[in-house]
C-alpha cells in the first residue's frame, strides 16, 4: 500500500472555518489524505480563508507567493484555496496566482473530492457555485473517529441582512438553514465520538427556520431537540443578531438547563444615526430593551459583542454613544475592530473616518471593554461554576476547561479527565484565566 498523502490546512478567520476545514478534512481522508500540521511534507495545501476585514485577497496571494519554493521542488504538490476570498476572488485567484491549482467556494466542500481528482490530472479547477443541496450531507459518513469534548456544527449559512460595511452576504450568499433531523443525527454522532458540547454555528444562527417533522423550526425547538439528545451535556450557539432573538430563544436561555449561560449578540455600535446607516434596524434603545429581557430570563448571563468604530461619517458624539451603549451592558467579553473598506458594500461609497482618529476611538473602546470584561471575569471569584474539561494543563496534575460562561479555568490536583465535568470553586482571576479547586 502506499503512503497516505498529506494535506495541510491554514484555517482564517471565524468559528465556521474552522467547522469547515474540519469537514474538508474528512472529504479528503476518503481519499487516502491524512493531515500535517507543516506545509513542508504537504501532498496538498489548502488555505481556508476569510475576507471579513483588512487587504485579505492581499494576505492570501502573499501566503501564496511563499509556496514558490515548496511547489518548485515538489511539482506534484497541489495547492488550493477555500473560503470567503475564494468564493469572492473566484477566477482571479488561479489568473494571479499560477500557483494555484484549485479554488472552491464555501458551498462546494463536497465536491472536494472530485476537484481534487481533476487537479492530480493537472487541471485548473474552480467551484464557487451556490447549490440547492446540503453540502454537509454529501460529506459520506467516513469512519468515526474519536472527538475532544467540545465541537462546532453549523446549522445556518449565510446572511440576509445586508449591513452596510459587510461582505458576508456576497461572500456566504442567501441565508439557508439545514434541515433539524441532519442536524439532529451529526449531534448523535459527535456524542458517539466523545463530545460532550456543541456550539451551534451560523453568520445568523438565531434565524435559523430549518425544515422539521411539522414545518419550519425556530432555533429554540432545535435546541430542545437537541437538549433530548443522552450524553450532550451543554449548547451554545453564534453569531446571533439582535432583531432574530426571538421570545421561545430567550425562554430557552431560563429554562433549558444544557443551554449555557453565554450570548455573544452584536450591537456594532451605540449611536442610532449610525445603526441606521449601518442598516443594522434596531436602535441601541431596542438592544438595551432585549439585553434586559434576556436578563430577566437569565440573570447570570455573559454578554458579549462585536463593535465597529470609525464607520463612515461616525462623529465623535456617535463614538460617545458607543461607549454610553457599553456603560450599560457590561460585556463580559466582547470584539472591536476599527472600519475596514469592503469593496463592493455601501459603506465604502461614504465619506471615511480619519484613520487616526479610528485609532484612538478603537483605544479607548477597547480600554474600557478589557476593564469590563476583567470585572466580570474577577466576579467569578468565590462562585461555583461547572467545568467541562478539555486538556491537561501546564502542570502535573492540572486540567483545564471551560465554564459555563465559556471563561478557562485551570484547576490543580485535579483528578478528572478530559471530557469530564465537575463543580469546580472560583479560587483566583488571572489575566486571561481563572483558577479553581474541586468541589468534593
Ligand atoms: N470592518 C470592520 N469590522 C467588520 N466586521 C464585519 N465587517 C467589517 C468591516 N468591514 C466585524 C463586525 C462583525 C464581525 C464578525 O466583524 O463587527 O460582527
Ligand atoms: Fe454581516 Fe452579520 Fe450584518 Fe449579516 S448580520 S450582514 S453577517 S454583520
Redesign the pocket.
Known amino acids: 500500500m502506499s503512503a497516505p498523502k498529506k494535506l495541510f490546512i491554514k484555517t482564517y478567520g471565524?468559528q465556521m472555518n474552522v467547522y469547515d476545514s474540519e469537514r474538508m478534512a474528512e472529504a479528503l481522508g476518503g481519499e487516502g489524505y491524512v493531515e500535517t500540521k507543516s506545509p513542508d511534507d504537504a501532498d496538498m495545501i489548502l488555505l481556508n480563508t476569510c475576507h471579513?476585514?483588512e487587504k485579505a485577497a492581499e494576505k492570501v496571494y502573499s501566503e501564496l507567493g511563499r509556496f514558490k519554493g515548496l511547489k518548485a521542488e515538489k511539482p506534484d504538490l497541489k495547492i488550493g484555496v477555500a473560503g470567503c476570498v475564494a468564493q469572492a476572488e473566484g477566477q482571479e485567484i488561479m489568473r494571479r496566482q499560477p500557483l494555484v491549482d484549485l479554488v472552491v467556494g464555501p458551498q462546494s466542500y463536497h465536491r472536494l473530492p472530485e476537484m481534487e481528482a481533476k487537479a492530480r490530472e493537472g487541471e485548473k479547477v474552480l467551484d464557487t457555485d451556490f447549490p440547492e443541496e446540503d453540502k454537509f450531507e454529501k460529506l459520506k459518513n467516513r469512519p468515526k473517529a474519536k472527538r475532544g469534548p467540545t465541537a462546532f456544527l453549523t446549522v445556518q449559512e449565510g446572511c440576509d441582512k445586508f449591513c452596510a460595511?459587510?461582505?458576508v452576504p456576497y461572500t456566504r450568499g442567501a441565508e439557508v438553514s439545514r434541515p433539524a433531523d441532519r442536524i439532529l443525527r451529526e449531534a448523535q454522532d459527535l456524542v458517539e465520538r466523545g463530545v460532550r458540547e456543541i456550539t451551534l454555528l451560523g453568520q445568523n444562527v438565531n434565524a435559523y427556520h430549518g425544515a422539521g417533522p411539522n414545518g419550519d423550526m425556530t432555533l429554540a425547538q432545535l435546541i430542545w431537540e437537541l437538549d433530548k439528545v443522552d450524553g450532550l451535556e451543554r449548547i451554545r450557539f453564534t453569531?446571533s443578531h439582535p432583531n432574530d432573538m426571538q421570545d421561545d430563544l430567550i425562554e430557552a436561555h431560563g429554562t433549558c438547563a444544557k443551554l449555557m449561560p453565554y450570548l455573544h449578540l452584536?450591537v456594532?455600535a451605540g449611536s442610532d444615526k449610525i445603526l441606521k446607516r449601518m442598516n443594522r434596524a434596531h436602535t441601541a434603545e431596542s438592544y438595551l430593551r432585549l439585553i434586559e429581557r434576556i436578563r430577566a430570563a437569565r440573570p447570570d448571563i455573559l454578554i458579549s459583542g462585536?463593535?465597529?468604530v470609525g464607520f463612515p461619517e461616525e462623529t465623535e458624539a456617535d463614538f460617545q454613544a458607543t461607549l454610553d451603549l457599553v456603560e450599560g451592558v457590561k460585556y463580559g467579553t466582547a470584539?472591536s475592530?476599527?472600519?475596514?473598506?469592503?469593496p463592493g458594500?455601501p459603506?465604502a461609497e461614504r465619506p471615511q473616518v480619519d484613520p487616526k482618529e479610528a485609532d484612538d476611538r478603537l483605544q479607548r473602546l477597547q480600554a474600557l471593554l478589557t476593564k469590563q470584561q476583567r470585572e466580570v471575569q474577577d466576579s467569578m471569584v468565590g462562585r461555583d461554576v461547572t467545568v467541562l474539561f478539555e486538556k491537561a494543563g501546564r502542570f502535573p496534575g492540572q486540567m483545564v476547561g471551560k465554564s459555563d460562561y465559556l471563561h478557562a479555568v485551570h484547576v490543580a490536583d485535579c483528578d478528572r479527565a478530559i471530557g469530564d465535568l465537575a463543580r469546580v470553586r472560583i479560587l483566583s482571576s488571572g489575566a486571561n484565566s481563572l483558577a479553581g479547586a474541586l468541589i468534593d
Open positions: 471565524c471579513i476585514r460595511f459587510c461582505v453569531t452584536p456594532q462585536d463593535f465597529i470584539y475592530f476599527k472600519y475596514s473598506t469592503r458594500t459603506a
